[in-house]
């Protein structure tokens, strides 16, 4: 079993890298050792050891004589873009969930499959039970049709090859082709509407959103006996949705 005097020298041996860290991110064009065990306070013996064992990791790498970051820091400072990105959404999301009285989703279409990136509900208005997956009956569901209808043909077609057309309930679109005549009769200044065509007792609507050059959408549902509330409250949340973009919570890259 390890020495108890152990776990406080582990500590500081991360914390001094993590400052190596700092410091070297602080130069873009990277920096000498000297200067780093100088900028840190660290004894210059101290200062190589923990360089040298950052780059074999991956997190620096040596270059002419000075450290630069190394892949495996950007990843960390890419996960951590994306964590940040991620908490922006979902609270934008819970604000217009609060503002409108709804279950608000966030949705991609990312490397071929249909992504829910974020739901937004409360126990007294809960989201659709998610009993069949997403991303296979996307024919079904409002957020897939709408991220269909952004697709070309070539990605649509792929899409339905390797995720059928098959009914979920007995209002689901009845085939390929009815779907894709739906989708070719879409308008972008019209939501896409689905009643129960893939949970009974619910009703959806989605609207797409542009972020970035991929398809994305936004939608809300609501249950069967309150369908009159449908349409409004799309279309409060339309009517925001330039706000929602501008203050750059939504992002594909995520």
């Given at each position: 079993?390890?020495?108890?005097?152990?776990a406080?020298?582990?500590?500081?041996?991360?914390?001094?890298?993590?400052?190596?860290?700092?410091?070297?991110?602080?130069?873009?064009?990277?920096?000498?050792?000297?200067?780093?065990?100088?900028?840190?306070g660290?004894?210059?013996?101290?200062?190589?050891?923990l360089?040298r064992?950052?780059?074999?990791?991956?997190?620096?790498?040596?270059?002419?004589?000075?450290?630069?970051?190394?892949?495996?820091?950007?990843?960390?400072?890419?996960?951590?873009?994306?964590?940040?990105?991620?908490?922006?959404?979902?609270?934008?999301?819970?604000?217009?969930?609060?503002?409108?009285?709804?279950?608000?989703?966030?949705?991609?279409?990312?490397?071929?499959?249909?992504?829910?990136?974020?739901?937004?509900?409360?126990?007294?208005?809960?989201?659709?039970?998610?009993?069949?997956?997403?991303?296979?009956?996307?024919?079904?569901?409002?957020?897939?049709?709408?991220?269909?209808?952004?697709?070309?043909?070539?990605?649509?077609?792929?899409?339905?090859?390797?995720?059928?057309?098959?009914?979920l309930?007995?209002?689901?679109?009845?085939d390929?082709?009815?779907?894709?005549?739906?989708?070719?009769?879409?308008?972008?200044?019209?939501?896409?509407?689905?009643?129960?065509?893939?949970?009974?007792?619910?009703?959806?609507?989605?609207?797409?959103?542009?972020?970035g050059?991929?398809?994305?959408?936004?939608?809300?549902?609501?249950?069967?006996?309150?369908?009159?509330?449908?349409?409004?409250?799309?279309?409060?949340?339309?009517?925001?949705?330039?706000?929602?973009?501008?203050?750059?919570?939504?992002?594909?890259?995520?």
């Open positions: 079993m390890a020495s108890t005097s152990t406080p020298t582990l500590i500081g041996s991360v914390q001094r890298a993590l400052r190596l860290l700092e410091a070297v991110g602080s130069h873009a064009g990277g920096a000498p050792a000297k200067q780093l065990a100088r900028e840190t660290l004894p210059l013996p101290t200062a190589y050891h360089l064992t950052l780059t074999h990791e991956g997190y620096l790498l040596r270059d002419k004589g000075v450290f630069v970051l190394g892949e495996a820091a950007k990843r960390l400072g890419a996960a951590g873009g994306a964590q940040n990105r991620r908490s922006k959404i979902e609270g934008s999301l819970a604000h217009w969930r609060d503002a409108i009285g709804v279950p608000v989703y966030f949705a991609v279409y990312r490397d071929g499959e249909i992504e829910v990136v974020a739901v937004s509900d409360t126990p007294a208005k809960p989201a659709v039970d998610a009993w069949a997956d997403f991303r296979e009956t996307g024919h079904a569901h409002a957020i897939g049709q709408c991220l269909l209808s952004q697709l070309d043909e070539r990605s649509r077609q792929d899409h339905l090859d390797r995720h059928p057309v098959e009914a309930t007995p209002y689901t679109v009845r390929r082709h009815t779907l894709l005549e739906k989708l070719s009769r879409s308008q972008p200044t019209l939501p896409f509407v689905e009643r129960q065509e893939y949970a009974l007792g619910t009703v959806c609507a989605a609207i797409p959103i542009t972020a050059s991929g398809a994305a959408a936004m939608a809300i549902s609501v249950p069967l006996h309150q369908e009159e509330r449908l349409l409004p409250a799309v279309e409060q949340l339309r009517s925001e949705i330039g706000k929602l973009l501008s203050s750059f919570a939504f992002s594909i890259s995520i």
